[in-house]
C-alpha cells in the first residue's frame, strides 16, 4: 500500500486520488485519523471509542474527586465543572501525545501535581477516563516497529517538521518498520505571469511589480451572493477541467448558485444542531422546567415530527396560542375530541383502543411533572425521557431520506446523552448542566447538503489540503472569517521546561504558525496558470475583511496591486484579465397598482355572520378589507406569533377570572374580603399555570 499523508487531508483533498492517477487499488489519500484507523487495524488494536462528551463527564468526576482549595482548577471547577473538564481534558490528551505518563513526582510544579493526582484515583472508585485520539495514537507508537503493515511508501504532503509532535515520533517508528517516508519536495517557482513573479517573491523577498496578466487576480464584491453569482455564469460558460475550488467548511453560497446555473452539486454539507427533528430532544428537556415555558411547548408541536400524532400536535398547537399552557379548558376539550377521533376511525376493537392510547400518549410525553431548575430534576427522570426519545426515534419508519436522517441522529443523541446522565453522581441535574450536556452530545449537528453529481469540480475545504498542482485555482472566501487562528499554549515556562526534562514535547506556536503559513502560500506553489481569490466586503450578512495572507501580497507588489485587482461592475464591463461574461438586458417589471375597490363574483362569500364582536365590528366599518380577509377568507397569524400578544393575553386570562368565580352562581355578597382574595390568588395561580403560562416566565412578573 502507498500512503498520501497531510495533517488536513482527513476531508476533501486534491487530487482525490493519490498520485495523481485516474484510478488505483492499494493506495490511500487521508490526514490523522485515517492514518490512525489504518494503523489500529494492521496492528489489531481497533475497537470502539467513548464519544468526546462521555469523556468530558467522567472526567469531571474524577476532577470533582480530588478537589480541595489548593487545586488551582478549584474556584473554577465549583463555577462550572462541565467546561472546565472539557478544558482541561483537552489540555491532557495534549500532554499524552507530548509523551508524559503522569507518574507521581513531588517536584512536579504546582498545576502539573494537579493533573497528575487526576490519573491516579483507584478504579474502584471511579472508572477510567476512556481512551481519545491521544491514547490511540500512543498505542499505535507503542506497538511500532513492525513488519505487518503492508505499507510500502507515505508520501508526506506538508514537511515532517511542521507536524510537530508525536507525529514525529510515530514517522520515526514507521520508517524503522521499513516504510519509505517521502518528503514533500521543495517548492519552487511553476508559473509565468504576475503568480510567478507572486512565487519568485515569496521564495527569494523582496517587492515586484504586477503588470495584470490575469495569471494572478483578487476579486472584489459587494457581497458573498454577488460574487457566486458572477463566479456561476463564468464557471457554467468554461470547460477547464482542470480547476479546484477552494471553500470555506460549511459555505454552501457558491454550491448553490452553481446548480442553479446547470452545474453538477459539488455536495457540500453544512453541519447545524438546529435541524427541526433533532429538536425534539432539547425541546422536551426544556419541558422538564417549572414554570412551563409555552414557547418552547409551541415550538415542540409545530415541528415536523414528534412523539404526538401530527393532527393532534397542530389541534394542541391552536390551544397553545389562545392560552398558554397545558392541563386547561381549552386542553382538555381538544383531547377529548382527537381521542374521540382516533376512536372513530377504525371499528375493530383494537382500533377502538385508539382513543385511550392518545391520552396517555399526551400524558406521557406532555403532562409530566415539572421540577425546579435548581436543586433540577431527579437524575431518573432525566435518562428516562432520553431513553424514551430514543427508542421512539429508534422505531421510527421515514421514507423521506433526509428526515430520516435525522431521526437516526436523534436517537443517538438521545442514546448518549441516557448514559452520560446514569453515569452522574449527582442525584438532580440542574437546568444550565443539562443544557451544556444536550448542547455537547448534539455537537455540530446533522450534515445536510446535496448529493455529489458526477463530473462536478473539485472542491477542498482549506488552502493545505491542496496535495498536488493544478492548472487553476479559486479561493472563494478568502476573508479573515475564515483564517485558522493560533491559539497559545495554557503552560508556563516552567512547565515547559520541566516536561521537556522528562522527555515530553509539547508544540509551541511557533511550529503552528510556520504551518499555517505552508498553508497559505500552498495554493501559491499549485497553481500552474491562475489563481483566483474572491474577497466579498459582506459575507453571510456580516463585514468581512480580507484574508491575512491578502496582506503578504499586497506588501510585495505595493502600488502595483491595483493591476490584479478587479471589481465586479469591471468585470461586468469586460475587464481583460478575466474572460468576459455573457450578459442578457432584463426588462424592468413594476408591482401591480393599488385596487380601491375588490369585486368578487360569489355574492355568497360575503354573507353577514350570526355574532359580531366589537374588534370585528371595528375592522368592518373602518377596515373593510381587514374584515374580508380575517373572518371571510380566514387569513390568520401563525399561532407562534400569536403567543407572545400578551395584551390580548391579559384581557382574556381577565375573563376567564371572572367566569372560574362568578359563573357558579355563588352568592358573595357575605364573603369577606380575606376570603375572596385568597379565592382570587388560588383561581388566578391555577389559570396561569394552566392557561396563561406566558406571565410565569422570568421578565413577564
Given at each position: 500500500?502507498?500512503?498520501?499523508?497531510?495533517?488536513?487531508?482527513?476531508?476533501?483533498?486534491?487530487?482525490?486520488?493519490?498520485?495523481?492517477?485516474?484510478?488505483?487499488?492499494?493506495?490511500?489519500?487521508?490526514?490523522?485519523?485515517?492514518?490512525?484507523?489504518?494503523?489500529?487495524?494492521?496492528?489489531?488494536?481497533?475497537?470502539?471509542?467513548?464519544?468526546?462528551?462521555?469523556?468530558?463527564?467522567?472526567?469531571?468526576?474524577?476532577?470533582?474527586?480530588?478537589?480541595?482549595?489548593?487545586?488551582?482548577?478549584?474556584?473554577?471547577?465549583?463555577?462550572?465543572?462541565?467546561?472546565?473538564?472539557?478544558?482541561?481534558?483537552?489540555?491532557?490528551?495534549?500532554?499524552?501525545?507530548?509523551?508524559?505518563?503522569?507518574?507521581?513526582?513531588?517536584?512536579?510544579?504546582?498545576?502539573?501535581?494537579?493533573?497528575?493526582?487526576?490519573?491516579?484515583?483507584?478504579?474502584?472508585?471511579?472508572?477510567?477516563?476512556?481512551?481519545?485520539?491521544?491514547?490511540?495514537?500512543?498505542?499505535?507508537?507503542?506497538?511500532?516497529?513492525?513488519?505487518?503493515?503492508?505499507?510500502?511508501?507515505?508520501?508526506?504532503?506538508?514537511?515532517?517538521?511542521?507536524?510537530?509532535?508525536?507525529?514525529?515520533?510515530?514517522?520515526?517508528?514507521?520508517?524503522?518498520?521499513?516504510?519509505?517516508?517521502?518528503?514533500?519536495?521543495?517548492?519552487?517557482?511553476?508559473?509565468?505571469?504576475?503568480?510567478?513573479?507572486?512565487?519568485?517573491?515569496?521564495?527569494?523577498?523582496?517587492?515586484?511589480?504586477?503588470?495584470?496578466?490575469?495569471?494572478?487576480?483578487?476579486?472584489?464584491?459587494?457581497?458573498?451572493?454577488?460574487?457566486?453569482?458572477?463566479?456561476?455564469?463564468?464557471?457554467?460558460?468554461?470547460?477547464?477541467?482542470?480547476?479546484?475550488?477552494?471553500?470555506?467548511?460549511?459555505?454552501?453560497?457558491?454550491?448553490?448558485?452553481?446548480?442553479?446555473?446547470?452545474?453538477?452539486?459539488?455536495?457540500?454539507?453544512?453541519?447545524?444542531?438546529?435541524?427541526?427533528?433533532?429538536?425534539?430532544?432539547?425541546?422536551?428537556?426544556?419541558?422538564?422546567?417549572?414554570?412551563?415555558?409555552?414557547?418552547?411547548?409551541?415550538?415542540?408541536?409545530?415541528?415536523?415530527?414528534?412523539?404526538?400524532?401530527?393532527?393532534?400536535?397542530?389541534?394542541?398547537a391552536g390551544v397553545v396560542a389562545t392560552t398558554p399552557g397545558i392541563g386547561g379548558e381549552s386542553w382538555r376539550e381538544t383531547i377529548v375530541e382527537c381521542a374521540a377521533g382516533a376512536a372513530s376511525s377504525n371499528e375493530s376493537k383494537e382500533q377502538s383502543e385508539r382513543g385511550y392510547l392518545l391520552k396517555e400518549l399526551i400524558s406521557t410525553w406532555?403532562?409530566?411533572?415539572?421540577?425546579?431548575?435548581?436543586?433540577?430534576?431527579?437524575?431518573?427522570?432525566?435518562?428516562?425521557?432520553?431513553?424514551?426519545?430514543?427508542?421512539?426515534?429508534?422505531?421510527?419508519?421515514?421514507?423521506?431520506?433526509?428526515?430520516?436522517?435525522?431521526?437516526?441522529?436523534?436517537?443517538?443523541?438521545?442514546?448518549?446523552?441516557?448514559?452520560?446522565?446514569?453515569?452522574?453522581?449527582?442525584?438532580?441535574?440542574?437546568?444550565?448542566?443539562?443544557?451544556?450536556?444536550?448542547?455537547?452530545?448534539?455537537?455540530?449537528?446533522?450534515?445536510?447538503?446535496?448529493?455529489?453529481?458526477?463530473?462536478?469540480?473539485?472542491?477542498?475545504?482549506?488552502?493545505?489540503?491542496?496535495?498536488?498542482?493544478?492548472?487553476?485555482v479559486i479561493w472563494w472566501g478568502f476573508t479573515s472569517n475564515n483564517a485558522p487562528s493560533v491559539q497559545r499554549p495554557p503552560w508556563t515556562v516552567q512547565e515547559k521546561d520541566f516536561l521537556a526534562s522528562m522527555g515530553v514535547h509539547l508544540p509551541g506556536p511557533e511550529r503552528d504558525v510556520a504551518r499555517m503559513v505552508d498553508g497559505f502560500i500552498?495554493?501559491?506553489?499549485?497553481?500552474?496558470?491562475?489563481?483566483?481569490?474572491?474577497?466579498?466586503?459582506?459575507?453571510?450578512?456580516?463585514?468581512?475583511?480580507?484574508?491575512?495572507?491578502?496582506?503578504?501580497?499586497?506588501?510585495?507588489?505595493?502600488?502595483?496591486?491595483?493591476?490584479?485587482?478587479?471589481?465586479?461592475?469591471?468585470?461586468?464591463?469586460?475587464?481583460?484579465?478575466?474572460?468576459?461574461?455573457?450578459?442578457?438586458?432584463?426588462?424592468?417589471?413594476?408591482?401591480?397598482?393599488?385596487?380601491?375597490?375588490?369585486?368578487?363574483?360569489?355574492?355568497?362569500?360575503?354573507?353577514?355572520?350570526?355574532?359580531?364582536?366589537?374588534?370585528?365590528?371595528n375592522d368592518f366599518f373602518y377596515g373593510p378589507y381587514k374584515w374580508v380577509l380575517r373572518y371571510k377568507a380566514q387569513v390568520k397569524q401563525g399561532a407562534i406569533q400569536s403567543v407572545s400578544d400578551t395584551k390580548k393575553l391579559m384581557g382574556d386570562l381577565s375573563h376567564r377570572l371572572f367566569e372560574v368565580i362568578f359563573l357558579p352562581g355563588e352568592?358573595?355578597?357575605?364573603?369577606?374580603?380575606?376570603?375572596?382574595?385568597?379565592?382570587?390568588?388560588?383561581?388566578?395561580?391555577?389559570?396561569?399555570?394552566?392557561?396563561?403560562?406566558?406571565?410565569?416566565?422570568?421578565?413577564?412578573?
Open positions: 500500500m502507498q500512503i498520501v499523508f497531510g495533517l488536513s487531508l482527513d476531508g476533501p483533498a486534491y487530487p482525490t486520488l493519490p498520485y495523481d492517477k485516474e484510478a488505483v487499488i492499494g493506495e490511500l489519500c487521508c490526514g490523522p485519523q485515517g492514518l490512525l484507523r489504518l494503523l489500529e487495524i494492521r496492528l489489531g488494536l481497533s475497537g470502539i471509542w467513548a464519544p468526546t462528551p462521555y469523556r468530558v463527564e467522567i472526567y469531571r468526576q474524577r476532577l470533582l474527586a480530588i478537589d480541595n482549595e489548593g487545586r488551582f482548577f478549584h474556584k473554577s471547577l465549583q463555577a462550572d465543572s462541565l467546561a472546565v473538564a472539557e478544558t482541561l481534558l483537552r489540555w491532557r490528551d495534549s500532554l499524552i501525545l507530548g509523551g508524559w505518563d503522569f507518574q507521581a513526582n513531588d517536584k512536579y510544579p504546582g498545576r502539573l501535581n494537579d493533573l497528575a493526582a487526576v490519573e491516579h484515583i483507584a478504579a474502584d472508585q471511579l472508572p477510567p477516563v476512556p481512551w481519545g485520539f491521544a491514547e490511540r495514537m500512543r498505542a499505535v507508537i507503542g506497538a511500532l516497529p513492525s513488519a505487518h503493515l503492508d505499507i510500502v511508501r507515505i508520501k508526506l504532503v506538508e514537511k515532517s517538521s511542521l507536524m510537530g509532535p508525536p507525529w514525529n515520533v510515530l514517522l520515526d517508528k514507521l520508517g524503522q518498520s521499513g516504510i519509505l517516508i517521502e518528503e514533500p519536495k521543495e517548492i519552487a517557482i511553476t508559473a509565468g505571469g504576475d503568480l510567478g513573479v507572486l512565487q519568485k517573491s515569496i521564495l527569494q523577498g523582496g517587492t515586484s511589480e504586477a503588470t495584470g496578466d490575469g495569471s494572478l487576480v483578487i476579486l472584489h464584491t459587494d457581497t458573498d451572493t454577488q460574487a457566486a453569482d458572477l463566479l456561476a455564469a463564468w464557471l457554467a460558460s468554461e470547460l477547464e477541467s482542470d480547476r479546484v475550488l477552494i471553500i470555506p467548511p460549511g459555505d454552501r453560497t457558491l454550491a448553490r448558485v452553481l446548480s442553479l446555473y446547470g452545474s453538477p452539486t459539488l455536495g457540500i454539507n453544512s453541519y447545524s444542531a438546529q435541524r427541526p427533528i433533532l429538536q425534539v430532544l432539547p425541546l422536551l428537556i426544556e419541558l422538564l422546567w417549572e414554570p412551563l415555558d409555552p414557547f418552547r411547548l409551541m415550538e415542540f408541536l409545530t415541528l415536523p415530527e414528534t412523539p404526538i400524532p401530527g393532527w393532534v400536535a397542530r389541534r394542541l406532555l403532562e409530566t411533572p415539572r421540577f425546579p431548575k435548581a436543586p433540577g430534576a431527579p437524575r431518573e427522570i432525566v435518562a428516562n425521557l432520553a431513553k424514551r426519545i430514543a427508542m421512539w426515534a429508534s422505531t421510527r419508519t421515514i421514507e423521506d431520506e433526509e428526515k430520516a436522517s435525522q431521526v437516526m441522529a436523534l436517537s443517538a443523541q438521545s442514546s448518549h446523552l441516557s448514559q452520560i446522565v446514569e453515569t452522574l453522581p449527582e442525584t438532580h441535574i440542574t437546568q444550565p448542566h443539562l443544557q451544556k450536556l444536550v448542547r455537547m452530545v448534539q455537537g455540530e449537528g446533522q450534515a445536510l447538503g446535496e448529493t455529489e453529481e458526477a463530473g462536478h469540480y473539485p472542491w477542498i475545504e482549506s488552502p493545505d489540503a491542496l496535495a498536488g498542482m493544478a492548472k487553476e500552498r495554493p501559491v506553489f499549485s497553481t500552474q496558470e491562475r489563481l483566483m481569490l474572491i474577497v466579498p466586503s459582506l459575507e453571510g450578512g456580516k463585514e468581512a475583511n480580507p484574508h491575512p495572507f491578502y496582506d503578504q501580497i499586497k506588501a510585495i507588489f505595493r502600488d502595483s496591486l491595483k493591476n490584479v485587482e478587479i471589481t465586479a461592475s469591471s468585470w461586468l464591463s469586460g475587464n481583460h484579465k478575466l474572460p468576459a461574461l455573457v450578459t442578457t438586458g432584463v426588462m424592468p417589471r413594476f408591482l401591480p397598482s393599488q385596487r380601491r375597490f375588490w369585486q368578487i363574483k360569489d355574492g355568497n362569500a360575503l354573507v353577514p355572520r350570526e355574532v359580531e364582536s366589537y374588534s370585528s365590528l352568592d358573595f355578597k357575605t364573603t369577606s374580603r380575606e376570603k375572596m382574595d385568597r379565592l382570587v390568588d388560588e383561581t388566578m395561580t391555577r389559570i396561569l399555570t394552566e392557561e396563561g403560562a406566558v406571565f410565569l416566565l422570568p421578565g413577564y412578573e
